[in-house]
Structure formats: C-alpha cells, structure tokens
C-alpha cells in the first residue's frame, strides 16, 4: 500500500507565502495528483490537480493565479503546491491525494484512491 506524506504546513501571515510537499512511498500510477483542503465545519475542497500524463493543471477558482502545483515524477511521486498571497480563507488541512489510472475526474474527493494524512495551514490576518 502506497503512503503519502505532506509536510511544510505551518502559520503564515496574510499576504504570505508557503510550501507543501507530498511524497509518496511508491509509484501508484495515477491519473491525477491532487490537492484539497478541509476547515472546520466544511467538507473537503478541491484547490488544485495535475495531470500524470502531460502535467497539465488545474486549480479552484479561489486559488488560480495564486497557487502552483507541480510534481517531480521522475522516481517516486513528489507533489507540491506553492501558496503564495495567503488570506486567511486559505486556512485549513490540506491535503494531497492520487487517483487511480484511469480516472477521469480530478475535483471530487470520491475519485482518489490515495490520500495522505494532512498538513495544517493557518494564515493570520
């Protein structure tokens, strides 16, 4: 069974910036990477995607032109998203996710087949 680990949560300021990573323990061969988040009283979000096959990227109206999600497939599976220009709407656990191989949705949590086990980020205002 393949494991995702996120790290580089932690406590930013508003108009900051930060960095997570998610590495995985094995190839799971999937379609899409992704990334939600939850906060409190809310269900999990989608807020970005990356297609295995030709790294295209997706990414939820609310993050777009802030966010970045890129990956480095070159062995094992290691998954970023850059946050910068944080607000404080950004805060919550996020978390990184794999579908399997042939999946052909990215936004709904339901589709993914691996997660990890989150990485809180808190922005202050």
């Known amino acids: 069974q393949v494991q995702l680990v996120e790290t580089g949560g932690g406590l930013a300021q508003a108009g900051g910036s930060l960095r997570l990573s998610c590495a995985a323990s094995?190839?799971?061969?999937?379609?899409?990477l992704g990334w939600f988040r939850q906060s409190p009283g809310k269900e999990r979000e989608f807020v970005a995607a990356?297609?295995?096959?030709?790294?295209?990227?997706?990414y939820a109206h609310s993050v777009s032109g802030r966010f970045t999600i890129s990956a480095d497939m070159t062995d094992n599976d290691i998954l970023y998203l850059q946050l910068n220009s944080l607000v404080p709407e950004d805060t919550g656990v996020y978390y990184c996710?794999?579908?399997?191989?042939?999946?052909?949705?990215?936004?709904?949590?339901?589709?993914?087949?691996?997660w990890g086990q989150g990485t809180q980020v808190t922005v202050s205002s």
């Open positions: 990356l297609k295995r096959t030709d790294a295209s990227t997706y």
């Open positions: 996710a794999h579908t399997g191989p042939s999946s052909s949705y990215y936004r709904t949590p339901r589709y993914y087949d691996f």
């Open positions: 094995g190839r799971t061969n999937s379609r899409y």
